[in-house]
Nanobody, 119 residues
Framework: QVQLVESGGGLVQAGGSLRHSCAASGLAFSNYVMGWFRQAPGKARELVAAVNRSGGGTYYADSVKGRFTISRDNAKKTVYRQMNSLRPEDTAVYYC????????????WGQGTQVTVST
C-alpha cells in the first residue's frame, strides 16, 4: 500500500520560514517524480514545485520561484519543501504527490497539512 506521510504544518508570521518533509512507503520512490501542491480556501489545487527522479531537475510556479526549494533524498524515500519569505497568500493546505512527469500525471497523494502565514 502506497503511503505519503507529510510532516506537520505550521503557523508562521509573514517573512518567516518553514521546512516540511514527505516520507514515502510502498512504492519505488526513485521511479517517481515528486511534487508539492497546495489548495487555498475557495481556490483550485495548484502545483507549486516538482522534482524529477534524480533530483537534478525542478519546476516552480511563478508565485513561489526564488522563495521555495524542493529537494529529495532517494535513499530516505523523502521529499522536502523549504519555504522562505512566506507571505499571507501562501496560506493553504499543502500536499505531496508522486507521479510520472513534472507537470501532470500524479497518482499518489499525501493527506495534506495546513500552513498558515499571518500578517
Amino acid at each position: 500500500q502506497v503511503q505519503l506521510v507529510e510532516s506537520g504544518g505550521g503557523l508562521v508570521q509573514a517573512g518567516g520560514s518553514l521546512r516540511h518533509s514527505c516520507a514515502a512507503s510502498g512504492l519505488a520512490f526513485s521511479n517517481y517524480v515528486m511534487g508539492w501542491f497546495r489548495q487555498a480556501p475557495g481556490k483550485a489545487r495548484e502545483l507549486v514545485a516538482a522534482v524529477n527522479r534524480s533530483g537534478g531537475g525542478t519546476y516552480y510556479a511563478d508565485s513561489v520561484k526564488g522563495r521555495f526549494t524542493i529537494s529529495r533524498d532517494n535513499a530516505k524515500k523523502t521529499v522536502y519543501r523549504q519555504m522562505n519569505s512566506l507571505r499571507p497568500e501562501d496560506t493553504a493546505v499543502y500536499y505531496c504527490a508522486a507521479g510520472g512527469t513534472l507537470l501532470r500525471g500524479y497518482d499518489f497523494w499525501g493527506q495534506g497539512t495546513q500552513v498558515t502565514v499571518s500578517t
